[in-house]
């Protein structure tokens, strides 16, 4: 029955990306990042939807004749840039036999990721493109949240499998960085049985990930809660809701949960935290041999022989600073870092442009709560392997979005164009059936 229900919708999705190519943005991030296929038994498992959405995507986008400008910005640049260079760097990867499948994955990412910020081009795009990203892993945060509850927190919370968040560390990393979008989407909401479930949402969120059991995550979410404390408006309001969720993680979690945070302290006494070190340090030599670093994939078994410290004590890179360091060299990595600074660079922008203007509020809050999401990302991602993963890349495409629609339109004498608020000129009153009430509820 899921399986059927999964083709139903994605094929039926189909004739109306045709219509409307921002519509296969949102299936295919949606597919991308809750991997909903994964939640199947038969064919539907295997399928691979996510090239299918993205072939029917880009030929929308090519027979479209809506404007499909792409924005030429700091991020957007230095994303090219980035691409180039790890083309470049899988060329003389020192695993050439494993090193084009990861390209061949991110390549994907970044491909629609351009898409993205080419068709997103009105306010409707942008706020159903955060409604996508942020339930796609808040359902697997309300689901975890109750799981954590009801198991007393005994056991921790994992992704689907043979998903991107299959593994514990990686699911908790997703749940942080995406808290502050299912926050900002809880207060943009009017409808109050809405406003309380995103409350509900936001609340076991924080609980799955700390019921991952992931100290990364722990750090992260540490420095993301300050941020969105930072960040809010009322912050009061924020303030109590942080305390709230940290009380419940004091009650919930078991002594075992503690333990295994205690050893952030005691990193020297612990096997995993050391082989951790031993990666890291695998990373710098690997750079400081290879000018190009090793390629997508260096950290294996065969290259810790020749590379690590201790050869015998393999890990993956566990931080996605060392992982982009060893897979693409310094460059590489001073690329990954000014893309990081550039995309904050951008909410910083857009934030300064909405001011105090009421009609803007809605976007400068965006912006800041995503510039949040970056932080949590960062952050947690210092201790994980997730350099590649799609939610970070998503975080980028909603400011590029952003700023496109609020500061770079331009006319075909190259004048920029004003931006003008969305206004609804059908009186709600007069709206009638389920559409007309999504409508209301969520844009």
Known sequence: MRDLIIFAIIFGSIPFIFKRPALGVLVFTWISLMNPHRLTYGAAYDFPFVALIAVVTLAAVVISKQPKPFPRTPVT???LIFATWVTLTSFFALEPVVVWFEWNRFMKTLFMIFLSVMVLNTERDIKQYVWVVAMSLGIYGLKGGLFVLASGGSYKVYGPAGSYIEENNAMALALVATLPLIWYLRNQVKNK????????VTIFTAIAA???YSRGALVGGAAMLVFLWLKSKNKLTTGVAVITMVALVALIMPSAWFDRMHTIDDYKQD???MGRINAWQFAINVATHNVLGGGFNVFSPRMFAIYAPDPLNYHVAHSIFFEVLGDHGVIGLAMFVTLMVCTWRTGSRIIKFCGDVPELKWASELSQMT???VIGFAVSGAFLSLAY????YDFIAILVALEK???LRRDKTGKRIPYVPAVDVI???RRKGFAAAFRRIFL
């Open 405 to 407: 629609l609020l500061l």
């Open 371 to 373: 510039q949040v999401c």
């Open 77 to 79: 640049i230095m994303l």
């Open 193 to 200: 049985l809405i406003n309380l479930f995103m409350t509900a």
């Open 427 to 429: 009186d709600p009153r």
């Open 210 to 212: 700390v019921g991952s």
């Open 389 to 392: 993963f799609d939610l970070y």
């Open 271 to 273: 096997d995993s935290a």
